[in-house]
């Protein structure tokens, strides 16, 4: 019986719908970061997009040390550099090809109406 539920768990942990999930939950949680590059470039033009991609690469890194420092369980860096330059530039490069795919469906934030 028990190795019996431990396969069903398994199961489950495996379906096909975490992907869906993972990426629904990715789309909501961005979409407000990504309205306020929207407005940064509405507002500063590239650079108010290169603004935020610094800032985002600064903060990215002590972000993430600081739940790994909370939670140590979920996750473990490797010592030196390296992996703090890694995240600096996932979360600098996740701002900017968010803003670039948006842009590509709704147009350039210059053009938009609501722009000074």
Do not use: C, N
């Not at 396969?7 to 909501?28: C, E, N, R, T």
């Not at 991609?53 to 140590?72: C, H, I, N, W």
């Not at 992996?83 to 600096?88: E, L, S």
């Amino acid at each position: 019986m028990i190795g019996a539920s431990q396969g069903i768990a398994d199961s489950k942990a495996g379906s096909s719908y975490f992907p869906l999930l993972l990426w629904l939950a990715f789309a909501v949680s961005s979409t407000p970061v990504y309205l306020i590059t929207w407005k940064a470039v509405r507002r500063f033009g590239g650079r108010g997009l290169a603004v935020f991609a610094l800032v985002a690469a600064a903060t990215g890194p002590a972000r993430d040390y600081q739940f790994a420092a909370m939670f140590p369980a979920w996750i473990d860096f490797s010592p030196g550099i390296t992996p703090i330059i890694a995240i600096a530039t996932i979360y600098a490069l996740l701002g900017v090809v968010g803003h670039t795919v948006m842009r590509m469906v709704s147009g350039p934030a210059e053009g938009d109406s609501f722009a000074r």
